[in-house]
């Protein structure tokens, strides 16, 4: 029962480290709006093209913030270890 | 409104388990409302005139701003497949709306999105080996044939990455609007996740949906293009 617990608190708490990628993923969205707005201000006739060039930009960096979302809800809700620690014992 | 699917019932159809879940029977409903739109527009079709009024502008309105969106990201001669892309687009849009009024979006639901993403995937090879014929096999042993496994994992994430953005994005929705129902006392739960909902489902949804479908039409572009 000992070793349940360890395993749980063990997944709760790489569920919060991959959360913590966020940090980075958000600051490469900013950095990616602040040269967007930047081109935007110098030359406001290109807009267009650049608003959607960097909404593709974002989508592309989100996904990594994704991926860590995802891997702390398997480790909350679909442990995969669970199981074999409880076919194990 | 909760975190897992809720299963209705379960069908036994020549020894197989169906199991009929919310996200399927929600999937149904968005079709039939889509259906019932479809017939309508169909019907209104015979009436319409060369000067646009009410029903007739708003219908001219989408259908040329997706064709313009389009067009200008596939290219001119690759334009034919723009109305299935439309069909997802509407798909996804009216799922990710759908739950604003506290149902299930079934977008949040890692199957319907898997689909999705298989499918564009399966239309990026065939208008890869449609337009470029052998020259698509080709590409994947470019720059010299011992990358080959390396272009074939960039290929197969291509799907997973598609199909995994949209997901993500719709159940973290979910999972803040979830946790707000159930953490509040109930006289905070009239009139301020109207916010909530605006923002996780309105504005959220209709990113992914175009940067869905962006990067679909940017897939098939890129493999179908000379």
């Known amino acids: ?89 | 409104m909760g975190l897992d699917i809720k299963n209705y019932w379960v069908l036994n159809i020549f020894g197989f388990e169906v199991w009929i879940t919310e996200t399927i029977v929600n999937t149904w409903i968005i079709m039939l409302i889509l259906i019932i739109l479809a017939i309508i527009v169909r019907v209104k079709l015979r009436s319409f005139k060369d000067i646009p009024t009410g029903l007739q502008n708003i219908i001219e309105a989408a259908i040329e701003f997706f064709d313009n969106f389009a067009t200008g990201t596939l290219g001119e001669k690759l334009s034919y497949i723009t109305p299935w892309y439309f069909m997802v687009f509407a798909f996804i849009l009216s799922s990710s709306l759908f739950s604003v009024f506290g149902l299930r979006a079934p977008t949040a639901d890692f199957a319907t999105t898997l689909t999705l993403a298989l499918a564009s995937f399966v239309l990026m090879l065939f208008m890869g080996f449609k337009h470029q014929k052998g020259r698509y096999l080709k590409t994947f042993f470019e720059p010299h044939p011992i990358f080959f496994p390396l272009n074939l994992i960039g290929e197969l994430a291509k799907p997973v990455s598609l199909s995994f953005r949209l997901f993500g994005n719709m159940l973290s929705g979910t999972i803040i609007l979830t946790l707000y129902y159930s953490l509040t006392p109930i006289f905070v739960q009239i009139g301020i996740p109207s916010l909530l909902h605006a923002v996780f489902d309105v504005v959220f949804g209709a990113l992914q949906t175009y940067i869905f479908v962006i990067i679909s039409l940017m897939y098939v572009r890129n493999a179908a293009d000379q």
């Open chain 1, 1 to 89: 029962m000992e070793t349940l617990g360890l395993v749980i608190a063990a997944a709760h708490i790489s569920a919060a480290i991959c959360l913590l990628n966020g940090l980075l993923t958000t600051f490469g969205q900013a950095k990616i709006c602040a040269q967007a707005i930047e081109s935007m201000a110098r030359q406001p006739e290109a807009a267009d093209s650049i608003r959607s060039t960097m909404f593709i930009g974002l989508a592309m960096a989100e996904t990594s913030g994704i991926y860590g979302l995802l891997i702390a809800i398997i480790m909350l809700f679909a442990n995969p270890l669970i199981n074999i620690l409880l076919n194990y014992i």
